[in-house]
């Protein structure tokens, strides 16, 4: 992880978005290709990534390629992410299809109205951070500031996404089956750590045409998050 970013632009002010409730809701699937009860949490992200008041990632793990089927998606970092999840939460346990909404709140992924309640409570959380992501050249700039008057660390993460791909499955519990994803997470990078006190503005380059998004974390990157963004 980089040094604590508290890079400031000086004598630039910058103005920030700072309406209650404009922040998406950040809803991650942690799925694989290899678990018969799946399919129907993908074709749910699918609806919610369609949604504007919703970000949407799909977070492929790797734990059930031992049955037949290798994810081609999966990413032990994702099984990683999750187990921290977990660990944060006392359970002992993980599982596919979850969503973890907002850091927060674990809801098993194939049960839409328990997600759709879960969403809508977090949409009614006020914002406690303005973030704004905006892109120059090959370069993105990310600025923030607290709008609560907290100081605790914020990890700043960049993830990147493939909107949409199909695969046919030929092994393992939906061998004979073709599957469409969508939001499937390529990467996801830690940026450095914002202590909150002063303003956040930060450069960070990135190359290639898929989506961008920025969110920032409680800073043991398993817990709440607080400010959300994408850019395509």
Known sequence: MRPLLTWIAAGLMLALPSHAG?????????????????????????????????????????????????????RPEHTARQRAYAKADGRRMIYTPQMIIDGQDHVIGNRPKDVLDVIKAHRARPDTVALE??????????????????????????????????????????????????????????????GGSAPLNIRETVTGDAPVVVVLQSDDGAGRVEAAMELR
């Open 22 to 74: 404009d922040r998406p809701v950040v809803v991650e699937l942690y799925t694989s290709q290899g678990c018969s009860s799946c399919p129907p949490a993908d074709a749910f992200l699918h609806e919610l990534a369609e949604r504007d008041d919703v970000l949407a990632l799909a977070m492929h793990v790797d734990y059930w390629d031992y049955i037949g089927w290798k994810d081609s998606f999966a």
């Open 133 to 194: 992501v905006r892109r120059e050249g090959e370069e993105i700039v990310i600025s923030a500031d607290r709008l609560d008057g907290a100081a605790d660390p914020l990890r700043v993460q960049l993830v990147r996404y493939a909107p949409r791909d199909t695969v046919d499955i030929l092994r393992g519990e939906n061998a004979g089956r073709t599957l469409s994803y969508a939001n499937i997470v390529t990467d996801m990078r830690v940026l450095g750590t914002w």
